[in-house]
């Protein structure tokens, strides 16, 4: 029996796609979900063999949610859902993705079960396709929000609320104001993905939202630190001599 997911904040689409599913053999929907959020957290869990995404999500996109899915381990094939975005449909063709236009047609939904069943043998290398396809569409978009954790929940934390990240062993944390959160990802992963025009890289451990940059304080060496603007106390972040042109070319000094 083939495990599906359905993840869509339209509850009519879901269950269109629910009955046209369950008109074929051997496909059984497990579970569905209105919200990129709860769907993060609790789809690792549950070992699905499909998931059916919507595109279009109220907290993240469907892309962002399979690219953190496949970052956690998750092997399973992935089908999106769209309305429109030919662009979109035609990175998906080329590289090997299924997708399903809006409203769903019955015999384009059995059409992609076949291919999902011929894909199943080989989950590692279809979710390589889909880590490529995401990556290639996503070249010049951000994530709008980071993946971090806590007590063993998926938490995630919007860029504008990032005071920095630092580096912390293989992986690094995301300090906001009132939290310091840890995630899976290395310093690189999440510099990658934050808004370069937003986040300054100061130190190999260090990045620093610019925006909360309140001094810039000569140090030793030609070196500096930064004090952040905090409510109620001071904070300073060092930058060392690697970095310091980009400091320079930044707030042009």
Not at 189 to 212: A, C, G, M, W
Not at 218 to 243: C, D, M
């Amino acid at each position: 029996m083939i495990k599906g997911i359905l993840i869509d904040d339209e509850a009519p689409a879901r269950r269109e796609l629910r009955f046209l599913l369950e008109q074929i053999s051997e496909v059984e929907i497990i579970a569905e979900f209105a919200d990129g959020e709860e769907a993060l957290e609790k789809i690792p869990k549950l070992l699905p063999d499909v998931l059916f995404i919507d595109i279009q999500l109220p907290n993240m996109s469907g892309l962002e949610l399979a690219h953190w899915l496949i970052q956690q381990g998750l092997k399973a094939s992935m089908v999106f859902a769209t309305a429109h975005d030919e662009y979109a449909l035609q990175a998906f063709e080329v590289n090997a993705i299924d997708y399903i236009l809006k409203p769903f047609n019955p015999e384009r939904v059995q059409h992609t079960m076949t291919r999902i069943k011929q894909q199943l043998h080989d989950r590692e290398a279809w979710a390589n396709k889909v880590i490529k396809a995401i990556e290639g569409m996503e070249t010049q978009r951000k994530y709008r929000k980071i993946p971090a954790f806590n007590n063993g929940k998926v938490v995630l934390v919007d860029q504008q609320e990032i005071l920095y990240a630092i580096s912390e062993g293989r992986h690094a944390s995301l300090v906001t104001a009132e939290e310091t959160w840890p995630t899976s990802l290395t310093l690189q992963e999440i510099e990658e993905r934050l808004d370069p025009k937003q986040f300054l890289r100061t130190h190999r451990s260090y990045l620093v939202n610019i925006d909360r940059i309140r001094e810039i304080i000569p140090w030793f060496n030609g070196t500096y630190k930064l004090v952040l603007n905090l409510p109620h106390q001071s904070l300073e972040i060092p930058v060392s001599r690697t970095f310091v042109r980009l400091l320079r070319k930044e707030f042009n000094f």
